[in-house]
């Protein structure tokens, strides 16, 4: 009975289905890291600062092709597409 309820919790509130993207935004001629740019994924709320070394981390519920956007003053922003499409679905 313990296990039915922690599963339906779980999918109730979409905790168990969560993604996590995480990465290093670095500068592209030096590779140096780029300590707190914008990260967010186009046309969402979701998005993160990166920390002193350039490491982010976002996490929610993503449909399977997205837009990751890094963006920096005095830089041009970048857009990167990242598809979550399951191995099988190829």
């Known amino acids: 009975m313990r296990l039915f309820l922690l599963l339906l919790f779980c999918m109730g509130n979409g905790f168990c289905f969560s993604q996590s993207i ?13 300590p707190f ?3 967010f994924v186009n046309n969402t709320t979701l998005g993160s600062s990166t ?7 976002i996490s929610g519920n993503f ?5 990751l956007v890094a963006s920096f003053v005095g830089y041009t ?6 598809s979550f499409r399951n191995k099988k679905d190829v």
Request: aromatic content about 2%.
């Open 51 to 57: 920390d002193a070394a350039g490491r982010f981390q």
């Open 77 to 82: 922003t970048e857009v990167k597409t990242i």
């Open 37 to 39: 740019a914008n990260v």
């Open 22 to 34: 995480s990465g290093t935004v670095r500068e592209k001629d030096s590779g140096l890291p780029l």
């Open 63 to 67: 449909t399977n092709d997205i837009e």
